[in-house]
């Protein structure tokens, strides 16, 4: 593997502010005093909804579900699901958690199966959203930043596994 740099891009402290503000926008649009089923997409949104499961004030309840797109850093086109939710959904508002919406299709599949368990309401927040390279309309209700086609790594997103650690958001540019 080339060698490659990572150029700060979120700091810490913008994340952290931006995810308050964000968990207050949802809890806002879901009715006052009704649960919320959040639901991490593995490996990326842990992170996201780590934070987001602190910041709302009402009761949550927490699930994860793995699918799989990607090989290396490309995207392969075929989505599927790797491991499905635990937790029953049905009638139950559900917010799916995120770390980037880049072409939509991983999204696309993951809201079309959901939808077959019947929520409540069925809505996504996503820590980063890159609408340039869509390939598919999906409803993204809760962005944290829109950001350009770069390749992204940290608090939850990775390149190979690594770098997901990081507190805060970098740009990998080849070095």
Do not use: W
């Amino acid at each position: 593997m080339p060698m490659m740099m990572l150029t700060p891009f979120y700091s810490t402290d913008q994340i952290r502010a931006r995810v308050t503000e964000l968990a207050s926008d949802i809890e806002s649009r879901i009715p006052s005093g009704e649960p919320l089923h959040l639901i991490a997409v593995l490996s990326g949104g842990f992170m996201l909804l780590a934070d987001l499961a602190r910041l709302i004030s009402r009761p949550v309840t927490i699930d994860f579900v793995r699918l799989s797109s990607y090989a290396g850093t490309t995207t392969s086109g075929t989505v599927h699901i790797v491991s499905d939710l635990a937790t029953d959904i049905r009638d139950r508002h559900t917010l799916i958690v995120e770390d980037i919406v880049d072409t939509g299709s991983t999204l696309r599949v993951l809201r079309d199966h959901l939808l077959l368990k019947t929520p409540k309401s069925l809505q996504t927040v996503s820590l980063l959203d890159k609408p340039s390279r869509r390939l598919t309309n999906v409803p993204v209700e809760f962005v944290g930043f829109t950001i350009d086609d770069r390749f992204v790594v940290g608090y939850g997103l990775d390149l190979n596994e690594h770098h997901r650690q990081l507190p805060y958001l970098a740009v990998v540019e080849p070095h």
